[in-house]
């Protein structure tokens, strides 16, 4: 069935919500609704518009002492401040650090001193002794506001819980290191095991849509570990975690910091649903050749000045935005966190919906 043609109706604003900033953002007379917008374009990679933060519902319940731990807690009701930082569910314990809005390890004294000791030291959490049920009932509203609801696992499945066990220079030595190369995979393939029994318990109390999974790979320059580190060690078990994620209808995004471009076919080959770059990677490049197989957050790297363009610059900026990033068979998302502050304007987000939805008619 044929999608009904662009109505300027769908430009009426029916409401409004708060970004990550907490500036208030419109929510337009969409056609279909957000959370199935949201699914359509990541699961079916058959995108209606380019989707920018208004569509996604960030959600890190406190029932998984991670999100606690990291100061990163998005629920059904406020999370006290003097409660951040404390033990994630391993009994790491994290500094929260107001200036960085986040956690670290504490320092000084790391959980492992070397992988191998990760079969005495690490005590696997108990997840049936958290209260699923109690987090289920105080968020069943937070979670019915009409977006796409993704649930993050924050402090990473594979490389950055090894950094949290052992410090990075130790963790990255692990992985080059033929003495400690397969207790690594042995510890990566049981916290991966845990993860997927995390997404059964989260699939079976809260109305989800999608998850997200962080693990940092790179510094501001380039990856952390060489392409065959990462496909010998973490692409089984990355893919292992998304098939399942697949199994339960729902898709899954990655979230990995870095200039970690050239690690992109890994994350396409894991069957991840989506990746947001930061800006030191060339987002045109990745959407070109990757965007067939996992849609990119585009970055625009020649955006308009919001302070002194009119309106009509900003409207045009916002159609050669579609023009790049909606090709045939290739998706892409505006990354409204690591675009230039200030680029979706009134009049850029109206157009930058409008030209898209239009394109996206069929």
Not at 32 to 50: C, G, H, L, N, Q
Not at 87 to 93: I, L, N, Q, T
Request: charged fraction near 30%; include cysteine; proline fraction near 6%.
């Amino acid at each position: 069935m044929s999608r009904p043609e662009f109505n300027e109706k769908e430009l009426n604003i029916v409401s409004e919500f708060p970004d990550f900033f907490g500036n208030m953002i419109p929510v337009y007379n969409y056609p279909i609704s957000m959370r199935e917008a949201v699914v359509a374009t990541y699961r079916d990679k058959d995108p209606w518009w380019i989707l920018t933060d208004v569509e996604t519902n960030t959600f890190t319940p406190s029932v998984i002492p991670d999100n606690g731990a990291r100061g990163f807690v998005f629920e059904g009701q406020p999370y006290p401040r003097e409660k951040f930082g404390g033990k994630d569910m391993f009994g790491v314990e994290w500094v929260y650090v107001d200036v960085a809005g986040g956690s670290m390890v504490k320092p000084g004294n790391p959980f492992l001193n070397e992988i191998s000791e990760w079969h005495d030291k690490i005590v696997f959490p108990d997840i049936d002794s958290w209260d699923w049920e109690g987090s289920s009932q105080m968020n069943k509203e937070y979670l019915s506001n009409g977006k796409a609801n993704v649930l993050t696992f924050l402090n990473g499945c594979w490389f950055e819980r090894l950094i949290s066990f052992l410090d990075f220079e130790e963790a990255a030595v692990a992985l080059v290191d033929d003495e400690q190369i397969d207790d690594v995979k042995e510890l990566v393939h049981k916290l991966t095991d845990l993860y997927i029994r995390l997404v059964d318990k989260c699939v079976e109390y809260y109305d989800l849509d999608g998850f997200e999974i962080h693990d940092d790979w790179g510094s501001q320059r380039s990856p952390f570990f060489s392409a065959d580190a990462a496909r010998e060690i973490f692409l089984p078990e990355m893919k292992r975690f998304v098939d399942h994620v697949h199994s339960k209808g729902k898709f899954c995004n990655l979230h990995s910091c870095g200039h970690i471009e050239d690690r992109c076919d890994v994350f396409a080959d894991a069957g991840f649903d989506g990746w947001l770059p930061m800006p030191m990677n060339d987002t045109l490049k990745l959407y070109e050749t990757y965007g067939d197989r996992i849609t990119i957050g585009a970055i625009e790297t020649d955006p308009y000045d919001p302070a002194t363009a009119s309106e009509e610059e900003q409207r045009a900026a916002a159609r050669r935005f579609v023009e790049k990033f909606s090709k045939e068979g290739k998706v892409a998302v505006f990354s409204a966190f690591y675009n230039k502050p200030g680029m979706l304007t009134p009049a850029f987000r109206e157009e930058l919906y409008k030209a898209s939805r239009i394109r996206y008619t069929h």
